[in-house]
């Protein structure tokens, strides 16, 4: 096969950079290892990571164009109650995670939606259930990648003259030989006051297995997993607890606090505050990512909330699942964890009323769209990162370094995004790491590999440390990273020339900056705009 633009994952990435580059008139194959496209937001599972301004400023149009779409797939399929369909800035689920907390179906449809013209134009293919296995390379050019149906293991070929690796973690980078980094570097190699002396480059943030629970009538305990002795005696040496309960480090202080969790309670939807700035909302499990808030919609409609699972205990700590030959051990271990957690829950954990265990909760693999009752795929926080052009560091965007001046502004910027430096619990053996960041710009240079000349990073992929990934990991940051290396690849075709003739070239990075900006992309902060 032969198309424009080949974009290898369709994540929140690769989706955006599929659609960017459609928008510009080119076609484009875009390849899905997952049965939903979308990745962290519906085959993970995981409602959308936000700052504070997000309805405000902060995103792109086309980020924004989503999220209002999944707002009015609600309004226009789900019997809402009046005040929740009168609330402009609709939350679905009333989570405190988000502004937007809402069940992963209705995005994967909206987002099926989105590219359906383009589908039915013929300059859209997708290609689904496959994952790269192999790759043309000349020299510094990406020829062609070679697929492999998960189904058939039938194998296809994609030639294209810009390829654009959106995996979930960067696996077009081995496959290409583009040089990459992974784990920890070294406060040596960066300069960042919260690396390591040494490098640690097996040292990466935990994976996780996330999923959906209600709460009826009835008894709904899954069977004992095998490995559930394990977790249940569990317990890294910095939890100040055991892993299954309800106890363990806040992030942000690393004190050892006491969750709450209360299935259903009976509070108004329209009075929860998203707002981590304000709440982180980490107090109570249950509304924290909740996704179905029932009093948001008819009575009875719903039989309960439905919650999502990413909580502290399911965070996998036990081993990388990159570059490492065990992989697929450690990504069975991490469902096994996820099953423990569970199980614990139903069986033996401490309730409000003195008693243990909730046999009502029920697991909703429907609602995850998988027959295990997880999520279709493993949520992925960190993966391989280009050596590029231009490395983020902590040092460009840490409130503690930069205090009143803000983030570095880049000459080259092509987007904006703002979240903490939060980085989970590593298979190093590292807590919580959360550092105050300030609003941040999104540099060009980090999506450009020093060799390859026609690679495009799109995801967790890019010029960042294990530090600043975990501000740039986020799903508006992925999506913004997307859309701009969908829209260069489409540019340097148009104007016959390469990304970093782009970037380097005075004239034509105005330019470039001057289409992004055309279509909807913020490429600086407002003024008196603050980090938390």
Same mark, same amino acid.
């Given at each position: 096969?032969?198309?424009?633009?080949?974009?290898?994952?369709?994540?929140?990435?690769?989706?955006?950079?599929?659609?960017?580059?459609?928008?510009?008139?080119?076609?484009?194959?875009?390849?899905?290892?997952?049965?939903?496209?979308?990745?962290?937001?519906?085959?993970?599972?995981?409602?959308?990571?936000? *700052?504070?301004?997000?309805?405000? !400023?902060?995103?792109?149009?086309?980020?924004?164009?989503?999220?209002?779409?999944?707002?009015? !797939?609600?309004?226009?399929?789900?019997?809402?109650?009046?005040?929740?369909?009168?609330?402009?800035?609709?939350?679905?689920?009333?989570?405190?995670?988000?502004?937007?907390?809402?069940?992963?179906?209705?995005?994967?449809?909206?987002?099926?939606?989105?590219?359906?013209?383009?589908?039915?134009?013929?300059?859209?293919?997708?290609?689904?259930?496959?994952?790269?296995?192999?790759?043309?390379?000349?020299?510094?050019?990406?020829?062609?990648?070679?697929?492999?149906?998960?189904?058939?293991?039938?194998?296809?070929?994609?030639?294209?003259?810009?390829?654009?690796?959106?995996?979930?973690?960067?696996?077009?980078?081995?496959?290409?030989?583009?040089?990459?980094?992974?784990?920890?570097?070294?406060?040596?190699?960066?300069?960042?006051?919260?690396?390591?002396?040494?490098?640690?480059?097996?040292?990466?943030?935990?994976?996780?297995?996330?999923?959906?629970?209600? *709460?009826?009538?009835?008894?709904?305990?899954?069977?004992?997993?095998?490995? /559930?002795? !394990? $977790?249940?005696?569990?317990?890294?040496?910095?939890?100040?607890?055991?892993?299954?309960?309800?106890?363990?480090?806040?992030?942000?202080?690393?004190?050892?606090?006491?969750?709450?969790?209360?299935?259903?309670?009976?509070?108004?939807?329209?009075?929860?505050?998203?707002?981590?700035?304000?709440?982180?909302?980490?107090?109570?499990? $249950?509304?924290?990512?909740?996704?179905?808030?029932?009093?948001?919609?008819?009575?009875?409609?719903?039989?309960?909330?439905?919650?999502?699972?990413?909580?502290?205990?399911?965070?996998?700590?036990?081993?990388?699942?990159?570059?490492?030959?065990?992989?697929?051990?450690?990504?069975?271990?991490?469902?096994?964890?996820?099953?423990?957690?569970?199980? $614990?829950?139903?069986?033996?954990?401490?309730?409000?009323?003195?008693?243990?265990?909730?046999?009502?909760?029920?697991?909703?693999?429907?609602?995850?769209?998988?027959?295990?009752?997880?999520?279709?795929?493993?949520?992925?926080?960190?993966?391989?990162?280009?050596?590029?052009? /231009?490395?983020?560091?902590?040092?460009?965007?840490?409130?503690?370094?930069?205090?009143?001046?803000?983030?570095?502004? /880049?000459?080259?910027?092509?987007?904006?995004?703002?979240?903490?430096?939060?980085?989970?619990?590593?298979?190093?053996?590292?807590? /919580?790491?959360?550092?105050?960041?300030?609003?941040?710009?999104?540099?060009?240079?980090?999506?450009?590999?020093?060799?390859?000349?026609?690679?495009?990073?799109?995801?967790?992929?890019?010029?960042?440390?294990?530090?600043?990934?975990?501000?740039?990991?986020?799903?508006?940051?992925?999506?913004?990273?997307?859309?701009?290396?969908?829209?260069?690849?489409?540019?340097?075709?148009?104007?016959?020339?390469?990304?970093?003739?782009?970037?380097?070239?005075?004239?034509?990075?105005?330019?470039?900056?001057?289409?992004?900006?055309?279509?909807?992309?913020?490429?600086?902060?407002?003024?008196?705009?603050?980090?938390?």
């Amino acid at each position: 096969m032969r198309t424009d633009v080949l974009v290898v994952g369709g994540g929140m990435g690769g989706v955006a950079a599929a659609l960017a580059a459609l928008r510009a008139g080119r076609s484009v194959i875009l390849t899905e290892e997952f049965p939903w496209l979308g990745g962290q937001l519906t085959s993970q599972a995981v409602p959308p990571d936000e *700052h504070s301004w997000v309805e405000e !400023f902060g995103i792109t149009a086309s980020y924004r164009r989503l999220r209002e779409s999944i707002r009015d !797939f609600y309004r226009a399929h789900y019997p809402l109650t009046d005040a929740a369909r009168a609330q402009p800035d609709l939350n679905p689920g009333a989570g405190y995670v988000s502004r937007l907390c809402h069940e992963p179906r209705v995005a994967a449809a909206v987002i099926e939606t989105m590219l359906l013209p383009y589908r039915s134009s013929g300059r859209l293919t997708v290609l689904q259930p496959v994952r790269p296995v192999g790759a043309d390379v000349d020299g510094d050019v990406v020829r062609a990648v070679t697929v492999e149906n998960l189904h058939d293991h039938a194998t296809t070929t994609i030639e294209a003259p810009y390829v654009v690796d959106a995996t979930e973690t960067g696996e077009l980078l081995p496959l290409t030989g583009t040089e990459y980094v992974t784990g920890f570097e070294s406060q040596a190699d960066t300069g960042e006051p919260s690396a390591p002396q040494h490098a640690q480059p097996m040292n990466m943030q935990a994976v996780s297995f996330c999923f959906a629970i209600d *709460h009826v009538d009835g008894d709904h305990t899954i069977d004992r997993p095998a490995s /559930y002795d !394990f $977790w249940r005696a569990y317990q890294p040496p910095y939890w100040g607890a055991p892993f299954l309960s309800w106890t363990g480090p806040d992030p942000r202080t690393l004190d050892t606090v006491q969750r709450a969790f209360t299935p259903n309670p009976d509070d108004d939807p329209q009075a929860v505050l998203a707002d981590q700035r304000v709440n982180p909302g980490g107090d109570d499990l $249950w509304t924290f990512r909740r996704i179905a808030a029932r009093r948001n919609f008819a009575d009875g409609f719903y039989a309960s909330d439905i919650t999502l699972v990413n909580w502290p205990m399911i965070d996998y700590l036990e081993g990388p699942v990159i570059d490492v030959p065990d992989a697929d051990d450690h990504l069975a271990h991490a469902r096994e964890l996820s099953y423990s957690v569970l199980y $614990w829950m139903q069986t033996e954990a401490p309730r409000p009323d003195g008693g243990t265990g909730f046999p009502g909760l029920r697991l909703r693999g429907d609602v995850t769209g998988d027959p295990s009752g997880l999520a279709q795929a493993p949520y992925i926080r960190e993966a391989r990162r280009i050596r590029a052009e /231009y490395t983020v560091v902590e040092q460009d965007l840490a409130s503690a370094v930069r205090g009143d001046k803000g983030a570095v502004s /880049y000459h080259d910027s092509v987007g904006v995004g703002m979240y903490r430096i939060d980085l989970h619990p590593s298979t190093g053996g590292d807590n /919580y790491i959360d550092v105050a960041a300030e609003p941040f710009e999104i540099p060009l240079g980090a999506l450009l590999p020093r060799r390859m000349r026609n690679l495009l990073p799109a995801g967790k992929n890019i010029g960042t440390t294990h530090i600043t990934n975990g501000c740039y990991r986020l799903h508006p940051v992925e999506w913004n990273i997307g859309e701009v290396a969908g829209r260069l690849a489409a540019y340097c075709l148009e104007h016959r020339t390469a990304p970093t003739a782009v970037r380097n070239d005075p004239r034509s990075l105005a330019d470039f900056q001057s289409v992004l900006t055309a279509e909807g992309i913020e490429l600086r902060w407002p003024e008196g705009v603050s980090g938390y």
